[in-house]
């Protein structure tokens, strides 16, 4: 089956720097990544996701860039806010024709510090 | 307002003792799913049901059953809870399957002494 290794899995950074985390997935069937958000005392919610057909995504200060042959994905966070402070989880999805099952990385504390 | 809502937020329970974790949605998704949260582990995907009446094992299913009597509704349940069963607890739907558009509840905290 599909695995999904993430890293790292604490990050802390100043207000105002970036924030990169990375993924890398082993099946290469897989062919939707999302990334979710964490915050303390709520389930995970979508902030950004990219296809298999897609090389790069970009909604505001967040970013989402995939290299399939390297099979790694990795969420960009510019400008860093507290408010990005969360927990962070890549995902990776196979199509299965009837169900699409979704494989998490293991979760990134980010801490943006003022 | 959408939303899948779980009960109860968090529990405290003994070894042995059956419980039940409800789960509810109100955007009539086709597909369910349960997902444990340990640390360092991330989410893993214990029961998913694709519709009334369907249901199949996810990736960690021992120690849990699943039942989806109607499409709104999918209870987990630990028929004999061991202190390996703590953990947080997520339910999650989507329309029709399909990894986009996942929504995920706010989590039950289980505590097995």
């Known amino acids: 089956g599909e695995n999904v290794e993430q890293h790292p899995s604490t990050l802390s950074v100043q207000e105002g720097d970036s924030a990169v985390i990375k993924c890398t997935y082993s099946?290469?069937?897989?062919?939707?990544f999302p990334w979710y958000k964490q915050e303390l005392g709520k389930g995970p919610q979508l902030i950004i996701d990219?296809?298999?057909?897609?090389g790069e995504k970009k909604d505001q200060r967040i970013a989402v860039t995939l290299n399939k042959t390297a099979k790694h994905f990795s969420l960009h966070i510019t400008e860093t806010q507290p408010e990005d402070s969360a927990v962070y989880f890549c995902a990776a999805s196979i199509n299965t024709g009837t169900a699409s099952k979704l494989t998490f990385g293991t979760g990134t504390r980010l801490q943006v510090t003022l | 307002e959408a939303q899948v809502t779980q009960n109860p937020r968090y529990l405290i329970t003994v070894t042995g003792k059956k419980l039940t974790v409800t789960c509810s949605q109100n955007?009539?998704?086709?597909?369910m799913s349960w997902y444990r949260q340990d640390p360092g582990l991330g989410l893993r995907q214990i029961y998913y049901s694709m519709n009334v009446e369907v249901t199949d094992k996810g990736d960690v299913p021992e120690g849990y059953k699943v039942s989806r009597k109607e499409k709104r509704n999918f209870p987990l349940i630990l028929e004999s809870p061991s202190p390996n069963q703590t953990s947080l607890y997520f339910c999650?739907?989507?329309?029709?399957?399909?990894?986009?558009?996942?929504?995920f509840g706010s989590g039950t905290r289980l505590t097995v002494v």
């Open positions: 999650a739907s989507s329309l029709r399957g399909g990894a986009k558009g996942y929504t």
């Open positions: 955007m009539n998704h086709e597909y």
């Open positions: 990219i296809r298999s057909n897609v």
């Open positions: 099946d290469s069937a897989s062919n939707y």
